[in-house]
């Protein structure tokens, strides 16, 4: 006899508690190097195939569910050609707007890790705030859902190959978005 | 009694002081006009509640039904292609108590109904039903067509529809003047004109509309500055601009700084389709709009119709700036191309967008943090009296063979920042229409 426990495990994320463990490290690992602004080796946890995507979100009847789609103006839609030029342009000496640096935290909560159909890649779903505090008293807060998957490359290390950035806000209440999320 | 509240004693003496806070001519601008909330709602009045504001492009509205919902000034707007076929704009604000009508920012609908009571809206806001009707018989004065949402005048130049809630205001054409001339460079390079590609990114800045839009009027001057990080991350360089080969225009405050360079802005895209579409096209964009003009089309550029339409030739981006008060304003960014350009240069045009002028974008990160802090300083009663210097380029007007309206040698110039501020200072400073001269 199984347990309730049990059951609920299997039914809902039948995946190991160690590989659960390995995937929140992996994932509050990249938070870290974002806060610390270690774009390189950022760019390393990406697969070459990487598709990173914030869509713009709008207020809709429910009617219509088009909350968001692929063919719609988005914050962020790439791969890692895009990914790299943003990171270039964020290390220049001359990013004015970024000296003094911008203090960040990443949030992440409400990690869930469900198998894919691969079994070297998974679903994982997850909450994220992002804190930005600048100069004396700028302060701004991003907020969103995320959906990524993550895969165990041929070397056995975990990466990242798409990231959904769902924002809570249909108007970004910032000036802009100076960080990945 | 409601002459008094809706032009409070304190506009007139507001009013007259203007003249004082701008001097135009000689660009000597007082910061209290990027601070003050007096100034700001007279602008609310003397300025978004009487100019012409864009509030949509054709392509956004295709079937009767579609709606957006948008601001003009901070008066709530929905746009809507009525059975018509006509874009209609009128005040989202139930005329029983109020109440919102439409929660969406998009959509398409046939009636725009009430929350509140369940008063219904037509496609051109005409009051088609009230629920219970019954409940107003006997002795009522209920007039259903005298209770519409209040609307606005609608007119488009080539597929771009402004809005206006003045009915003294001379027509678009007229206001536009003869920046028309220069509009067609983006709306009528090719026979198919423009389509604006779906969805439309929206941001708070907290800094004044006006910072924004002086920059885009004129304001070349900060790009190889301010855009330094994102020039050498993709170039490794500064782009050339070459004063004999550059210039200011403007018309009515309406203005446009540019080289003749023909890919400088769309290069930055990042998309070699792109610079090859243009490059094709080139000799039917000369026969279109002539040899100078042609050069213009995706050029190193930056522009602004008067209040509050910013745009980017080249980068296809159009925006408006809305005023949320005198130090918050919400941008809305669309992208635009040629209908008749390849399919794939929509996906092309989509993603360059992104990458260079959206809230994420490599240039536009760097834009708002000056204008957000132009803006917070003036907390300081001492700075905000302190002056502005709009002083470059005093003495470089020109007379030009084809350029038409006031044009000024060279892009690196404030001769269109002044223009801005000489029209939002007519605007301030007139009771009406009749009184603003042309510019
Ligand atoms: S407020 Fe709209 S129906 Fe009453
Ligand atoms: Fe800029």
């Not at chain 1, 088009?66 to 790299?84: N, P, Q, V, W």
């Not at chain 1, 969103?144 to 209440?173: C, F, H, M, W, Y």
């Not at chain 2, 606005?152 to 771009?160: D, F, I, N, Q, T």
């Not at chain 2, 980068?315 to 960014?333: A, C, I, V």
């Amino acid at each position: 006899m199984k347990t309730l426990e049990q059951t609920t495990r299997r039914d809902h994320c039948s995946v190991s508690a160690e590989l659960l463990l390995e995937i929140q490290q992996f994932l509050y690992r990249e938070a870290r190097l974002l806060d610390n602004e270690q774009y390189d080796e950022w760019l390393e946890l990406l697969t070459d195939d990487i598709h990173y995507w914030v869509p713009g979100v709008q207020a809709r009847y429910r009617k219509d569910e088009a909350k968001f789609s692929s063919e719609r103006m988005a914050y962020f839609d790439d791969g890692l050609e895009y990914l790299k030029i943003r990171v270039a342009r964020a290390k220049q000496p001359s990013a004015w707007a970024e000296d003094p640096p911008t203090r960040h935290f990443h949030l992440i909560g409400n990690i869930e890790v469900l198998p894919t159909e691969d079994s070297n890649e998974w679903t994982v779903h997850s909450v994220i705030l992002n804190h930005r505090h600048r100069t004396e008293d700028d302060e701004m807060e991003l907020k969103a859902r995320r959906v990524d998957t993550i895969r165990r490359n041929s070397e056995g290390l975990l990466q990242l190959a798409r990231r959904k950035v769902i924002l809570q806000e249909t108007v970004l209440q910032a000036k802009n978005i100076n960080t990945f999320l | 009694m409601t002459e008094s509240l809706l032009k409070p004693d304190s506009n007139a003496k507001l009013a007259a002081g203007i003249e004082e806070l701008v001097d135009a001519e000689a660009g000597n601008i007082d910061r209290r006009i990027f601070w003050d909330e007096s100034i700001y709602n007279l602008e609310l009045e003397r300025i978004f509640a009487r100019c012409w504001i864009f509030v949509a492009h054709d392509t956004q509205l295709p079937n009767v039904g579609d709606f957006l919902t948008t601001t003009i000034g901070e008066d709530a707007v929905i746009v809507s292609r009525g059975e018509d076929g006509k874009i209609h704009t009128f005040l989202n604000s139930c005329t029983h108590r109020g109440n919102r009508v439409c929660f969406a920012e998009a959509g398409n609908s046939r009636r725009f109904t009430c929350n509140f009571h369940g008063w219904s809206y037509g496609l051109d806001g005409s009051l088609k039903n009230v629920s219970r009707p019954q409940s107003y018989s006997g002795k009522s004065n209920l007039d259903k067509s005298k209770l519409g949402l209040h609307k606005a005048r609608v007119e488009s130049y080539k597929g771009m529809h402004f809005a206006c809630f003045d009915p003294e205001a001379p027509s678009l054409e007229e206001y536009l003047g003869e920046f028309r001339w220069y509009l067609d460079v983006i709306l009528d390079n090719d026979e198919g004109g423009i389509e604006f590609i779906d969805g439309n990114i929206k941001s708070r800045l907290k800094c004044n509309w006006k910072f924004p839009a002086e920059n885009f009027v004129g304001d070349s001057y900060h790009a190889p500055w301010t855009h330094s990080s994102a020039l050498i991350a993709m170039f490794g360089k500064q782009p050339t601009m070459r004063p004999d080969r550059s210039y200011h225009a403007n018309a009515n405050g309406h203005g446009w700084e540019f080289g003749l360079d023909f890919i400088g802005n769309a290069a930055t895209l990042n998309s070699p389709p792109i610079i090859d579409y243009l490059r094709e096209q080139e000799a039917k964009f000369a026969e279109r709009l002539g040899k100078v003009r042609s050069r213009m089309v995706g050029a190193l550029s930056s522009a602004n119709v008067f209040p509050n339409l910013s745009f980017l030739a080249g980068h296809n981006t159009f925006r408006t700036w809305n005023p949320k008060g005198p130090r918050s304003t919400e941008l809305h960014t669309w992208v635009f191309l040629n209908a008749n350009a390849p399919e794939e240069l929509k996906e092309e045009y989509r993603r360059g967008v992104m990458l260079t002028f959206s809230p994420a974008g490599v240039f536009e990160m760097d834009d708002g943090e000056n204008f957000e802090n132009c803006t917070a300083v003036n907390v300081g009663v001492v700075t905000r009296q302190q002056q502005l210097h709009f002083g470059m380029g005093l003495d470089s007007k020109i007379e030009h063979e084809e350029l038409r309206g006031n044009v000024y040698q060279s892009q690196i110039n404030e001769a269109n920042q002044r223009a801005f501020y000489q029209r939002w200072a007519d605007l301030m400073g007139a009771e009406t229409w009749a009184d603003v001269p042309v510019r």
